[in-house]
């Protein structure tokens, strides 16, 4: 079994910043791609962003593209999310993600999920 557990949510003022952080652990052979999605109020889960376990490719949403930066650390199976310039709308639970050798870029990739941390961002 895998977990994904992540660590860093809460309260900040609009333009402030935030760094998330993802670990990954149990019975995970091979490469992982990992990646954040977040769910505001109201509406569908969306993807945010998402690198690559082997290469580091990164992928980004138009929203958040030049604000946030993925980046990870293989020796100890985590994944960051610094989030600089946050927005109200920024504003969900912000879930972690993690699919077998192949990128993530939508909703249908991942094998496994976290159980979220809720970021909120006042105006």
């Known amino acids: 079994q895998v977990q994904l557990v992540e660590s860093g949510g809460g309260l900040v003022q609009a333009g402030g910043s935030l760094r998330l952080s993802c670990t990954i652990s149990?019975?995970?052979?091979?490469?992982?791609?990992m990646g954040w999605f977040r769910q505001a109020p109201g509406k569908e889960r969306e993807f945010a962003a998402s690198i690559t376990w082997s290469s580091g490719t990164t992928y980004y949403a138009d929203s958040v593209k030049g604000r946030f930066t993925i980046s990870r650390d293989n020796a100890k199976s985590t994944v960051y999310l610094q989030m600089n310039s946050l927005k109200p709308e920024d504003t969900a639970v912000y879930y972690c993600?993690?699919?077998?050798?192949?990128?993530?870029?939508?909703?249908?990739?991942?094998?496994?999920w976290g159980q979220g941390t809720q970021v909120t961002v006042s105006s």
């Open positions: 149990g019975r995970t052979f091979g490469p992982y791609s």
């Open positions: 993600a993690a699919r077998r050798s192949l990128a993530i870029r939508n909703g249908s990739d991942p094998n496994y």
